[in-house]
Each structure stands twice: as structure tokens, then as C-alpha cells.
């Protein structure tokens, strides 16, 4: 599975942007698919996380209630919809796809199958 995550820019504080992550290759529904980001100078960051059919959904607490993740098996995609976005977060912001979901709840540290190449996003204030 190749991923590539989509639809970053440049946005005022309590803007909304929708992400992408459009996969190719291997069936795309066998995967779970998280979400993560990483601002300079920080380490990556665990965002939020989609079960392969969509039944489990999980959020990091520092965006719990303004982001959504979603995802449509049949574009082969995973959206991240990011409302009431705030400075701090601006960061390049990257998809990956695991098995199962517990290396992506874990932060990615290992386990993943497939990463993906990133979109930044800027918030500006």
C-alpha cells in the first residue's frame, strides 16, 4: 500500500481544513489507518486513529472534539476533518497503516506497515 496524505495549507486560528489520505495498491480496507504529526523541533505525535471497517475511532486528548476521522473503503481514503484549529497545530501531518491498531495507538513506534508522505499545516494566529 502506498499512502499520500493531502489537503494541508495555510489557515486562520478557528479555521477548518479536511486531510486526506489516499491509498494505492494492496486493499486498503485490510488496514487500520492513524494519523500522526510532527511540528519542528518536537517529536512525532500521535493525532488520531480508524479500525479497518470504522467501528473503532480513537483522539489524542489535544484534539478530542475537534477533529474527525472518518474513512471510505470504496475511494480507498481516510479524512481528517480539523475544525477550531489552533496555533499550535501547525505541523506536517502524515497517515500510516497497520494491521491492527495497536502500533498506531502506541504512537508508531513500531509495528507500522506502511507510512505515508506528509501534508503541513499552518495555523496561523
Known amino acids: 500500500v502506498q499512502l499520500q496524505a493531502c489537503g494541508g495549507g495555510l489557515v486562520q486560528a478557528g479555521g477548518s481544513l479536511r486531510l486526506s489520505c489516499e491509498a494505492s495498491?494492496?486493499?486498503?480496507?485490510?488496514?487500520?489507518v492513524g494519523w500522526f504529526r510532527q511540528a519542528p523541533g518536537k517529536e512525532r505525535e500521535y493525532v488520531a486513529a480508524?479500525?479497518?471497517?470504522?467501528?473503532?475511532?480513537d483522539y489524542a486528548d489535544s484534539v478530542k472534539g475537534r477533529f474527525t476521522i472518518s474513512r471510505d473503503n470504496a475511494k480507498n481514503t481516510v479524512y481528517l476533518q480539523m475544525n477550531s484549529l489552533k496555533p499550535e497545530d501547525t505541523a506536517l501531518y502524515y497517515c500510516?497503516?497497520?494491521?491492527?491498531?495497536?502500533?498506531?495507538?502506541?504512537?508508531?513506534?513500531?509495528?507500522?506497515?506502511?507510512w505515508g508522505k506528509g501534508t503541513q499545516v499552518t495555523v496561523s494566529s
Open positions: 500510516a497503516a497497520a494491521t491492527t491498531l495497536g502500533p498506531i495507538l502506541t504512537g508508531g513506534r513500531g509495528g507500522i506497515d506502511h
Open positions: 480508524i479500525s479497518w471497517s470504522g467501528g473503532s475511532i
Open positions: 495498491g494492496r486493499t486498503f480496507s485490510d488496514y487500520a
